[in-house]
């Protein structure tokens, strides 16, 4: 439920970051004036095919983009401040400490030539003034509290001695070894086995629980998301197209995008109905004309491909940016 | 009438991407070394006391006759030169094909069979990979005696391994693939899957590797024949040129070693070229990683 | 770890004995030795007084059983042309070479290192055209010629350094730059892969993500990562090094195990040349087992085969 008497924890205003390359001549872009707000304690859900802009939207927000892309315009207000002005000795400051990021693919995150516990051991070196001594006490609580059993054993092994599901469980108490106050989780469980996968997201939920965490997750799996979160962002070609509560979305779902991605999910519905959506995501460097969309909506009309969309905001929690948004539909 | 559709020949391809400078240097060398005779060249080995150590023909004492000055048995440098990369090209190429025979049959069998074959095979490859070439051609030099067939088998004794390792792992990691496995499962016979599935798909490795070694080849032997151990006296090679020349750089004839020396550089650099060059186009994924 | 290092020497202790399998059969393939000891026109009396005296008499596996066990104890014969121990002989000789071979390390490792770094960091491309016609040139460049060029213009023309000589930092330079010039092609090219293959990593963002400093990504993360595939190579480098130092201490008249060799081949003095070799494979087998182990110790992931 969102409190708007409450200031929102992280608030992004018309984001937009390019990737240049070739000199210049070739601009993808990825994100494209994305605006969202993410209060303390809520649990988001960012979802969209791959390539619409949900990593870089991680990256864009943390200042940890790879050469050649650039974070060409808007805020990002955290903590009051403006993520986007401060240099790269200040971001340190706040990667880790305040805001954490689990990558996708967990078996690669850790460094294979130093154990976990030096892995878990420096990041809390580094962002607390915590005595060497203690250091060892707390990895071994994390490791107890990502249900790592033999903890001591395991601060000594090395990344490649330990299972896919256990990798990912020290790269969550990595991320979370300096009590960071938004946790940002890239497809975590892409690479799993779904019964892994569903002990995981319980893991988090109770974590998320005890601690008060906000988590911003990023993923495509539907199941997920229901299982998972309160609200949803959904996002398309660099734009963000809708935001709604989890249940309305499922409900009622208002782009025709959501609706094709809903319909296209194996984890909901009546599996005789599904149906992929037909075509594919746009060439970032070579956007349509009018709303990013129109090329494979079923509902597209004139205006459609001719001008960008409107935003609308349909209700307190519900907003959409579509011409034709599906309001009436059931 | 029927448009059919030919894929681009390989050879007009590869005349077309090859690296030109290098190329062209690889045929002028090559080719006057294989017709050097027909060339109108001073005697290679019998020389004019009378014009020994004339400069080349840009300096005051030298004359074009001389192009590129002589040595101190009055030789002429070009004529040498020319000659010269005859031996160097002869002992360079046999050594890399026989080493890379060798080395391939090797490779082949080690990785296919694996087990106790692999395990032998492997330690002697470490054992060659541990002895010092130029130590040990100079080891046989002193048993056998030097001679062009003698560096050309010494030298292939010590190659050979370095293509036996590279087709190994190669080899390994063929046999995990499909149409190997499936090949087996028919029944097709061990050598039959080493013939018709491994040897193809290792050819690009070697000759990529081959065109690598050459240049290696050359040098080594040059080093080999300038040590002495190489190619004998009097026969025209680049090694004794400047074996024979070293002594007279304090005394200012510079041609002596330049020349050769330069010849070498500027042959195994066009070889070296065209192999990188060969290991691109040969296979666009791979990767710098030795 | 145990296991693996166990192993290690055990594999070791084979290559060895291979080794001078290896040796010993060369020694024999060709004519029979006593003609090489002998002198020109020996008659068959002296032949045969020469192989009792040699024990060339005795079978073969008798013979490389009396070689090997008299190697272990360090006994190599006597040299012909000194008269004295071999072993004691390689051993003065051993220290020049050592000295010429850990500069020329030294040299290749910091241009190859430095030049790589540079390539992968890509911010200038005349920097990098250099750095690849300065490879080039190593690479394809005879050794010796390179330290008779120099010698040419550094000690002739510009008169600054000795052509030859023992005992300084002078007499040192030009030789284990000759030496190490070939080598730094190698490691330029492995510097640039390796580190381009670290620093897109995904353990190298994640360390970023975490929040660390970049010198602690780069410096701690990324140099342990990217030296494993250095060193591999520089072991792999150090036999075809010392190869190269025979001819370079030659033209230079260094002191050292290469030089002694070249004269062992000229003098004909066969139990020289034989020790030599045969010294230098089995410490190259037993530093390639050290190689090995540091390897090991970087990247934990090797210990377990």
């Not at chain 1, 004309?289 to 459609?304: E, Q, S, V, Y």
């Not at chain 3, 290559?15 to 290896?22: A, D, G, N």
Request: charged share 15%.
């Amino acid at each position: 439920m969102m409190n708007n008497e409450k200031k929102p924890l992280l608030q992004i205003t018309n984001l937009s970051t390019y990737f240049f390359s070739f000199g210049g001549k070739r601009i993808v872009k990825a994100l494209d004036r994305v605006s969202f707000e993410v209060y303390e304690a809520e649990k988001i859900a960012i979802i969209g095919e791959s390539g619409c802009g949900k990593s870089t939207l991680c990256f864009s927000i943390l200042q940890v983009l790879p050469p050649g892309a650039k974070v060409v315009g808007g805020k990002v207000i955290f903590e009051g401040e403006n993520l986007l002005e401060k240099n790269q000795k200040e971001m340190n400051k706040i990667r880790g400490k305040k805001i954490a990021m689990i990558l996708q693919d967990s078996m690669v995150s850790l460094d294979p030539v130093f154990t976990i516990g030096e892995q878990i051991g420096e990041t809390i070196r580094h962002h607390t003034s915590i005595k060497s001594v203690h250091i060892q006490e707390k990895i071994i609580q994390l490791l107890l509290s990502f249900r790592i059993s033999e903890p001591m054993k395991r601060a000594k092994q090395y990344p490649h001695e330990l299972s896919g599901g256990m990798r990912q469980r020290v790269v969550g108490a990595i991320a979370l070894s300096c009590q960071p106050r938004i946790l940002i989780a890239d497809e975590p469980t892409t690479n799993l086995d779904v019964t892994i996968q569903l002990q995981y997201l319980n893991l988090l939920k109770e974590i998320q629980k005890n601690t008060g965490l906000t988590l911003l997750f990023i993923t495509h799996n539907l199941g997920i998301v229901a299982e998972l979160c309160e609200r949803v962002i959904v996002m398309y070609a660099g734009k963000i197209v809708e935001k709604s509560p989890v249940i309305d979305l499922f409900d009622t779902p208002f782009h025709p995008y959501t609706k094709a991605l809903l319909n296209s999910s194996f984890e909901l519905g009546d599996l005789s109905k599904k149906a992929p959506i037909k075509g594919e995501p746009p060439d970032l460097a070579n956007l349509p004309t009018g709303c990013n969309f129109h090329p494979r909506c079923i509902f597209k009309d004139k205006k459609c491909q001719m001008e960008d969309p409107p935003e609308i905001q349909l209700s307190q929690n519900r907003w959409v940016k579509c011409w034709k948004p599906l309001i009436d539909m059931k | 009438m029927n448009q059919i559709q030919f894929r681009s020949n390989p050879v007009i391809d590869i005349l077309k991407k090859i690296p030109k400078g290098p190329a062209l240097i690889l045929i002028i060398l090559i080719t006057s070394s294989i017709f050097a005779d027909f060339l109108p060249l001073h005697n290679p080995e019998i020389g004019n006391p009378r014009k020994r150590l004339l400069p080349p023909f840009w300096e005051e004492r030298g004359t074009i006759e001389y192009p590129l000055g002589t040595d101190t048995m009055g030789r002429d440098i070009l004529s040498r030169l020319v000659y010269g990369a005859r031996v160097s090209l002869i002992v360079a190429f046999g050594a890399v094909i026989i080493a890379s025979i060798i080395g391939t049959v090797a490779g082949v069998i080690s990785g296919f069979f694996g087990g106790w074959i692999d395990q032998i095979i492997m330690r002697f490859t470490d054992a060659w990979l541990s002895i010092p070439m130029v130590m040990f051609g100079m080891l046989m030099a002193t048993i056998v005696g030097p001679g062009v067939f003698n560096i050309i088998i010494i030298m292939s004794l010590v190659f050979w391994t370095r293509y036996a390792r590279v087709i190994r792992s190669e080899t390994l990691s063929l046999k995990t693939r499909d149409f190997v496995q499936l090949a087996f499962i028919a029944g097709c016979s061990k050598l039959w899957i080493m013939r018709k599935h491994i040897l193809p798909n290792v050819m690009n490795s070697v000759i990529t590797l081959a065109s690598l070694q050459i240049g290696i080849a050359i040098v080594v032997e040059a080093s080999l024949t300038f040590l002495g151990v190489g190619v004998p006296s009097p026969k025209p090679a680049w090694g004794l040129m400047l074996s024979e020349g070293r002594g007279g750089l304090t005394a200012g004839y510079w041609w002596l070693v330049v020349f050769p020396g330069g010849t070498i550089a500027l042959l195994v650099m066009s070889f070296n070229i065209i192999g990188d060059w060969l290991r691109l186009y040969l296979d666009p994924h791979y990767r710098n990683i030795e | 770890m145990k296991r693996y290092i166990i192993h290690r020497l055990f594999l070791s202790i084979i290559v060895v004995w291979i080794v001078s399998i290896l040796i010993f059969i060369a020694t024999r393939i060709g004519p029979d030795p006593a003609y090489i000891i002998a002198q020109p026109g020996a008659d068959e009396s002296e032949l045969s007084s020469i192989r009792q005296r040699f024990g060339l008499d005795k079978t073969l596996a008798l013979q490389y059983f009396i070689f090997i066990s008299r190697a272990i104890r360090g006994d190599f014969g006597e040299s012909s042309y000194y008269g004295l121990p071999v072993s004691k002989i390689v051993w003065n000789h051993l220290l020049a070479s050592l000295v010429l071979i850990i500069s020329a390390k030294i040299i290749s490792l910091s241009i190859g290192i430095v030049a790589g770094i540079i390539s992968a960091r890509r911010k200038g491309d005349w920097l990098d055209n250099i750095i690849k016609w300065f490879s080039l040139a190593g690479l394809s460049m005879p050794n010796f010629w390179i330290a008779m060029l120099l010698i040419l213009i550094f000690s002739v023309k510009l008169k600054m350094l000795p052509t030859s000589g023992y005992g300084n930092f002078s007499n040192l330079i030009l030789p284990a730059f000759s030496l190490g010039w070939y080598f730094s092609a190698g490691y330029t090219r492995i510097t640039y892969s390796s580190l381009l293959q670290v620093l897109n990593s995904e353990y190298i963002k994640f360390v970023r993500i975490k929040g660390l400093p970049e010198i602690i990504v780069i410096g701690k993360h990324g140099l342990k990562n990217a030296l494993i595939p250095i060193i591999t190579l520089a072991g792999m480098n150090l036999v075809v090094m010392i190869s190269g130092a025979v001819a370079v201490e030659t033209v230079f008249a260094w002191p050292g195990l290469g030089l002694l060799i070249y004269n062992g081949a000229v003098n004909r003095d066969f139990n020289i040349v034989q020790a030599v070799v045969l010294f230098i494979s089995v410490m190259m087998v037993m530093i390639n087992l050290l190689i090995d182990i540091l390897y090991a110790y970087i990247d934990p992931r090797i210990r377990y085969q």
